[in-house]
């Protein structure tokens, strides 16, 4: 009895709560309790927080203080945010590209360094060839002499070589290094004949040895690479060939922004010439010698500009280019300066200009 009694006594209790709750809940929802969270929109503005003559005015600072901007620019009344980069431009309109320029021949390949190492192993591999030396630093390769199987000799085949052809035994060199755009790279291939059959590593020619050969491996390799990518891998010893990008946007505090070119004056001229084909900016003149482009960029056609046409002599010589841009040597490089043919021109026009150049150069 005394354990049915003390249930009752906690049902009772329970029933109490919940008639509580639920008669709170009933009153809410009618509107007899006020909902009081926007109180604080009428709420009357007080006196201003006034500090003390005695107290240092520089102990009081902001936890998140602004810096000053020194800009002097005056802003236009309205301004169009301009819209995000175009990732897509940082992409190779061809993922294996073989260029020439200067007898010197390369793939381009829109892979890092670092995937396109062990790659090129799985490829020696496949046509029966062992690689002798190799160096992921210098991104160098070399292989063992070439013709002594079968798989080996197939590949020789493919390249045109016929054994009666080679005097003396064959080796193979390629050499990996950092694409002129971001995220590429290049491959150069060497096919020259060994003074005996003793294995020593060769340097590397700046000069091609065999060029049709060459140009045929180098077609040869790409086909590979384009059919092996479902399972390509990653090296990390060859992670760093090729040292930092041939080209770097340099912006410092004090100075003039720029593009540091790593190229030689050819590679400059031309990559300069196809980051403006690609950027759509246009060229009004240019010379080669000098390193110089003009450029016709940014100029608005005015509305009236037809008319005074009508009355202006064709003795009168109109400027056709608003930009100069200049290549300058530097060490082994060149920099990539840009100026405005007439007045001064402003950091934020020499930073749009060079952007296009950086997102387009190849």
Avoid at 17 to 29: K, N
Avoid at 36 to 60: C, F, Q
Avoid at 189 to 213: H, I, L, N
Avoid at 232 to 237: E, G, I, K, P, Q
Wanted: net charge negative; glycine share 6%.
């Amino acid at each position: 009895m005394i354990i049915v009694g003390s249930k009752i006594k906690y049902l009772m209790r329970f029933l109490k709560l919940s008639s509580l709750v639920f008669i709170i809940l009933t009153l809410a929802a009618c509107g007899v309790i006020r909902d009081r969270s926007n109180d604080y929109l009428l709420a009357e503005g007080g006196d201003s927080v006034k500090i003390p003559e005695w107290y240092k005015s520089s102990s009081v600072e902001a936890r998140y203080p602004i810096p000053p901007i020194d800009n002097k620019r005056s802003l236009p009344e309205e301004y169009v945010l301009p819209g995000p980069p175009d990732a897509t431009v940082i992409i190779l309109a061809e993922n294996y590209v073989i260029e020439s320029l200067e007898e010197q021949t390369w793939l381009l390949v829109n892979e890092t360094p670092g995937r396109i190492w062990p790659s090129l192993d799985h490829f020696w591999e496949e046509n029966g060839i062992d690689v002798e030396f190799e160096n992921p630093r210098l991104g160098l390769m070399q292989t063992e002499l070439v013709g002594l199987n079968l798989l080996s000799n197939q590949l020789l085949e493919r390249l045109g070589i016929e054994d009666s052809e080679a005097s003396s035994p064959l080796v193979f060199q390629a050499k990996l290094g950092q694409g002129v755009k971001r995220n590429s790279t290049e491959l150069q291939v060497r096919v020259f004949e060994t003074k005996s059959g003793k294995q020593e590593f060769e340097g590397w020619s700046a000069m091609p040895g065999d060029p049709d050969a060459e140009s045929q491996l180098l077609e040869v390799i790409s086909s590979y690479l384009e059919n092996s990518q479902s399972y390509r891998s990653y090296s990390l010893l060859a992670h760093d060939i090729g040292g930092v990008s041939k080209v770097a946007l340099i912006s410092e505090p004090e100075a003039d922004p720029y593009l540091k070119l790593d190229l030689s004056y050819a590679r400059a001229w031309s990559s300069t010439s196809k980051a403006l084909r690609g950027a759509n900016i246009t060229v009004a003149d240019l010379d080669r010698s000098e390193g110089v482009f003009y450029l016709d960029y940014g100029q608005e056609e005015e509305s009236t500009n037809w008319l005074v046409g009508l009355f202006s002599s064709d003795d009168e010589v109109r400027p056709e280019y608003s930009f100069i841009l200049k290549l300058e040597k530097e060490g082994s490089g060149y920099l990539l300066k840009v100026s405005k043919s007439q007045g001064d021109i402003t950091t934020v026009e020499r930073m749009e200009i060079l952007n296009l150049l950086l997102d387009n150069i190849s």
